[in-house]
């Protein structure tokens, strides 16, 4: 059986550094998670973007198919910026929420520890 005193206290280092710690944590692995896991996607992506171009160019046997490979760059190239501006966008986004929960995690921390501050008194 625990002295009351070691009980409370922890209590209180649960509440105040082990819980939060362990809140922060998780939060950081889980926005780790997803961003590996979008940069895996995005290797997929535009590995085979990359293959099929050089499928593209391995099937070019006449002058004509020449220029029409040349001509279709146009909009590989328009699409791949495309891509990568969503792609940038979804980064940021993830980014984003990892900030804002983590914001949200502090300050409630602070205000735990602020509450358990006016109860030590």
Known sequence: MMNPTIEQMNKQIEQLVSGPARSFAELSVNHLEALV???VEL???YADLGF???RAALDI???QDVQSYI???QDVARELGERVKADA???VSLNRKYAEEAQALTQKSVQAAAKAG???K
Do not use: D, L, M, T
């Open 37 to 39: 896991s979008n940069q």
């Open 43 to 45: 290797s997929k992506s």
């Open 52 to 54: 099929k171009q050089i």
């Open 61 to 63: 046997k006449a002058p």
């Open 71 to 73: 001509e279709s760059q």
């Open 89 to 91: 966008e979804k980064v």
């Open 118 to 120: 006016g109860q030590s």
